[in-house]
Nanobody, 124 residues
Framework: QVQLVESGGGLVQAGDSLRLSCAAS????????MGWFRQAPGKGREFVAA????????QYGDSVQGRFTVSKNNAKNTLYLQMNSLKPEDTAVYYC?????????????????WGRGTQVTVSS
């Protein structure tokens, strides 16, 4: 099993920045993908960003491209999401996720492990 614990969420104003962290523990895999999804009230889970731990490849959802950056500290086994130029529509619960193998998927069902989420609220 893999345990994921998110932190760093909060209430900010539009245009502000925020950095989310995800500490991973438990069983690890030689090759896997770590990433972030989000879910706004009344909406489905949306792919935000992901990184392949073996290749370093990153991918982003269209709505956050150019504003968000995903990175990983392998020594600390921690995933980060740097969010800049935040907008009210970024308001959601953000989930840290892990999937086996390095192919980055935009489909929530492909991810094997999920954290409990951290709330991000952006006021206008």
């Amino acid at each position: 099993q893999v345990q994921l614990v998110e932190s760093g969420g909060g209430l900010v104003q539009a245009g502000d920045s925020l950095r989310l962290s995800c500490a991973a523990s438990g069983r690890t895999f030689d090759t896997y993908t770590m990433g972030w999804f989000r879910q706004a009230p009344g909406k489905g889970r949306e792919f935000v960003a992901a990184i392949s731990t073996s290749t370093g490849e990153t991918q982003y959802g269209d709505s956050v491209q150019g504003r968000f950056t995903v990175s990983k500290n392998n020594a600390k086994n921690t995933l980060y999401l740097q969010m800049n130029s935040l907008k009210p529509e970024d308001t959601a619960v953000y989930y840290c996720v892990v999937k086996h193998l390095t192919h980055i998927s935009y489909y929530a069902g492909d991810y094997n492990y999920w954290g409990r989420g951290t709330q991000v609220t952006v006021s206008s």
